[in-house]
C-alpha cells in the first residue's frame, strides 16, 4: 500500500499562474450550494453552466488518469470515491433542474421570452432546446390525440394557463451568508401588520420564498 | 430530501483517525488528503474514514464532543433552555450513527453514548414539533430557527410547508374569490 | 345523463391509481366526451344564429353550453397530460426501454411523444457540460463507500469492483464488496446481503 503507482500530484495544480482562479475545492462548494438551492426553491434558479462545465472538466480529468492506473491501486480507488461523490451531486443537480424545467415548461420559456437584454439566462442552451422541444412535443401531442378533434373553437388550449406555475409563495428554510438589513415580512392576515428583520450572518430562518429569492441569486443566503 | 442525502452530506464532515499504512498525500479534487503515516493521527472526511476502518486499515477517534460527560452537559442544557441549544456538530445525529454502527470498538462508552445523543435529539425534536405548530396556529410569517440542523428541520420539512401551501391556498381563495372567467368566443 | 360526467370520469379514473400506475388508454371514453362536445358545439351554432336574430332568451343556454365545452376540453387535456406525466416517470424508473405491460397501455401518440422525449433527453445529456456528455439517469442515489457481505446466490462469472478487482462471482461462494457496486445484483437476485 505504501507505494502508490498513481500519482496524482499534478492534476489539481496546473492553473496557479492564474490568480483569482477558483480552486477545485472552492467550484465543488459552488455546485454542492447550487444543488441545494436548486432542490429547495420552488421556481428555478438561474443556470450555473460555467460551474456545470468547469466540474465536468475535473472529473473527466481525473477519470482519464484513473484510466492509466493498475487495478488495486489504494490511491486510485479513494479518487474513485470521490470522483462518484462529485458526480452524484452534479446528476442530482442537473436532475432538479430537469425536473422543473418540465413540471413548469412554459413559464420557464415565457420568461425566458421576456428577459432583459443583459440579463442572465435561466436556462443553459441544452436546457432551453430541451424546453422547446418539449413544449413542442407536448402541444404536438395534445393536438393529435384530441384538440384536433374538438370543436373549431376549441382546438387550443393557453399552455400558460394550463399547466401549473410554481408557488413562489410556498416557505423554505435558509442559512445567511451576508448579513441583511430591513427585509419586509409581509402579513399573512388582514390583522397581522408588516414589519421588517435583519438577517444576521449564519443565522436560519422560515418564511417566503418570495421575500427572499433575490439574495439567492446573489449569494447572500442560501437554502437548506 | 432524502435521507439518504442528509447522511451524503454528513459524510463530508472531518474526523480524525489512526491509521496502520503509509501513502503520500493524495490530491482529491475537494482538497489534499494525508500524508498518511502508521500511528500518526490525521483528518479525513468521514466516508472515507468509514471505508478505511471497515477494511481494517484506521483506528477512528472520536471526535471531542462524543465523550458520556459533555453529552450529558448537552443533554441537561436542552432540558433547561426554551430554545435551540448550540449542537456540538451540524450532523451530530448522523456521526454518531454512522460511528456508533460502524466504529463502536473505537468509541468508549459506546452505549451510553448511543442514549445520550437519542435523548438529546428526542428533547429537540419535541420543541422543533411545539414551534411548528405554534408557528401554524400563530399564521407567522417568518422564524429564526438558529442552531437547527438540516436532519432536523428535514423530519418536519415536507409536512410543514405543505401544510402551510395548504393552508396559504384556502385563504388565498377566500380573499380573492374574484377569478371569474370571461367567455367571449362561443 | 349530466354534461360533462363522461370527462371528470376520465380524470377519476387516473386519481383513483396510486402515481406510478398507468392504465390502458380510455380511446372509448375519449370518444363519448368527443361527441358530445360536437352536438353541444352544433346546438349551440344554431342557437348562436338565433340569437342573433334576436331571441335574447337563448344566451344563457349558450353559456352554459360553452361552459361545459371548455370544462370537457379541460378535463380530457387534464387526462392526457397526468398519463405523460406517468409515463414521463416510468421512463427514469425503468431506463430507455418501458416494459411490456407499461407499452401495451399506451396510445399510438403516446408512443410517439414517448420517443421524442427520449431523443430530447439524450441530446440534452449528451450537449451537457459544453458537448462531453453526462448520463443523469444514472447515479440516482448518494454513493456509499462502505462495504457489505454477500452471499452469492448463483453462478454470475467475474465480476469487476471499483478499484479494479477481478472476483469470481460462483454459487454460495461469499463477499466484501462495496455496496454500491453490487445493489444491482441484489435486485437481480444474483448476490443476497449477508446480516452478521
Given at each position: 500500500m505504501s507505494e502508490a503507482a498513481f500519482d496524482d500530484s499534478e492534476i489539481n495544480q496546473?492553473?496557479?499562474?492564474?490568480?483569482d482562479v477558483m480552486t477545485p475545492a472552492e467550484l465543488i462548494a459552488k455546485l454542492e450550494e447550487a444543488w441545494l438551492n436548486e432542490k429547495f426553491s420552488p421556481e428555478l434558479q438561474e443556470n450555473k453552466s460555467e460551474v456545470v462545465e468547469c466540474v465536468m472538466e475535473q472529473l473527466t480529468h481525473m477519470e482519464s488518469n484513473l484510466q492509466r492506473v493498475k487495478k488495486g491501486d489504494t490511491k486510485a480507488s479513494i479518487h474513485r470515491m470521490e470522483v462518484d461523490r462529485i458526480r452524484f451531486v452534479l446528476t442530482s443537480y442537473l436532475r432538479s433542474r430537469l425536473q422543473k424545467i418540465e413540471k413548469f415548461f412554459p413559464h420557464v420559456l415565457e420568461r425566458e421570452k421576456s428577459r432583459a437584454d443583459g440579463e442572465p439566462s435561466l436556462l443553459s442552451p441544452e436546457e432551453f432546446a430541451f424546453a422547446k422541444e418539449y413544449y413542442d412535443n407536448t402541444e404536438a401531442y395534445l393536438k393529435a390525440v384530441a384538440l384536433k378533434r374538438m370543436p373549431p373553437n376549441l382546438q387550443s388550449i393557453d399552455m400558460l394557463k394550463a399547466v401549473p406555475e410554481p408557488c413562489l409563495d410556498s416557505f423554505v428554510f435558509l442559512r445567511v451568508k451576508e448579513k441583511q438589513e430591513n427585509i419586509l415580512i409581509e402579513p399573512e392576515t388582514d390583522d397581522q401588520r408588516e414589519y421588517v428583520v435583519d438577517l444576521e450572518e449564519g443565522s436560519q430562518h422560515l418564511m417566503r420564498y418570495r421575500t427572499i429569492a433575490p439574495l439567492i441569486s446573489n449569494g447572500a443566503v442560501k437554502l437548506i | 430530501m432524502d435521507p439518504s442525502e442528509v447522511e451524503f452530506l454528513a459524510e463530508k464532515e472531518l474526523v480524525k483517525i489512526v491509521p496502520n499504512f503509509s501513502l503520500d498525500k493524495i490530491y482529491l479534487i475537494g482538497g489534499d488528503l494525508g500524508p498518511f503515516n502508521p500511528g500518526l493521527p490525521v483528518d479525513v472526511p468521514l466516508w472515507l474514514a468509514l471505508n478505511f476502518k471497515q477494511r481494517q486499515k484506521c483506528r477512528i477517534i472520536p471526535p471531542d464532543w462524543m465523550d458520556v460527560e459533555k453529552l450529558e452537559e448537552i443533554r441537561e442544557l436542552e432540558k433547561r433552555e426554551e430554545a435551540f441549544t448550540p449542537v456540538p456538530s451540524p450532523y451530530y445525529m448522523e456521526l454518531t450513527k454512522l460511528l456508533l454502527n460502524h466504529?463502536?470498538?473505537?468509541?468508549?462508552?459506546a452505549d451510553e453514548i448511543r442514549t445520550l445523543v437519542k435523548d438529546i435529539w428526542d428533547t429537540r425534536i419535541a420543541k422543533l414539533r411545539l414551534s411548528a405548530d405554534s408557528f401554524i396556529s400563530q399564521q407567522e410569517a417568518h422564524a429564526k430557527l438558529d442552531n437547527l440542523t438540516l436532519l432536523e428541520i428535514n423530519t418536519i420539512r415536507e409536512f410543514l410547508l405543505n401544510s402551510l401551501n395548504c393552508m396559504f391556498k384556502l385563504r388565498s381563495n377566500l380573499q380573492a374569490g374574484s377569478s371569474g372567467r370571461t367567455f367571449t368566443d362561443y | 345523463m349530466m354534461f360533462c360526467e363522461k370527462a371528470v370520469e376520465l380524470v377519476r379514473e387516473l386519481q383513483r391509481?396510486?402515481?406510478?400506475q398507468l392504465p390502458a388508454f380510455n380511446e372509448d371514453g375519449l370518444r363519448q366526451v368527443l361527441q358530445e362536445m360536437e352536438s353541444l358545439y352544433d346546438q349551440n351554432q344554431a342557437d348562436v344564429n338565433e340569437a342573433k336574430a334576436?331571441?335574447?332568451?337563448?344566451i344563457p343556454s349558450i353559456k352554459l353550453r360553452h361552459s361545459c365545452l371548455l370544462r370537457n376540453q379541460r378535463c380530457v387535456t387534464a387526462y392526457l397530460y397526468d398519463r405523460l406525466l406517468r409515463i414521463r416517470a416510468l421512463r427514469w424508473e425503468y431506463g430507455s426501454v418501458l416494459p411490456a405491460n407499461v407499452r401495451f397501455h399506451m396510445c399510438a401518440e403516446e408512443v410517439e411523444w414517448f420517443s421524442q422525449y427520449k431523443k430530447s433527453l439524450a441530446s440534452f445529456m449528451r450537449s451537457i457540460g459544453g458537448g462531453e456528455?453526462?448520463?443523469?439517469?444514472?447515479?440516482m442515489k448518494p454513493p456509499k463507500s462502505l462495504y457489505i457481505q454477500v452471499r452469492c446466490i448463483k453462478d454470475h462469472g467475474e465480476f469487476e469492483i471499483d478499484d479494479g478487482t477481478i472476483i469470481l462471482l460462483k454459487k454460495n461462494s461469499q463477499h466484501f464488496l462495496p455496496r454500491w457496486k453490487c445493489e444491482h445484483l441484489i435486485r437481480q437476485g444474483v448476490l443476497e446481503h449477508v446480516l452478521s
Open positions: 496546473e492553473d496557479d499562474s492564474q490568480e | 466504529a463502536s470498538d473505537n468509541i468508549p462508552k | 391509481l396510486s402515481d406510478g334576436g331571441r335574447s332568451d337563448f456528455g453526462l448520463d443523469i439517469t444514472q447515479d
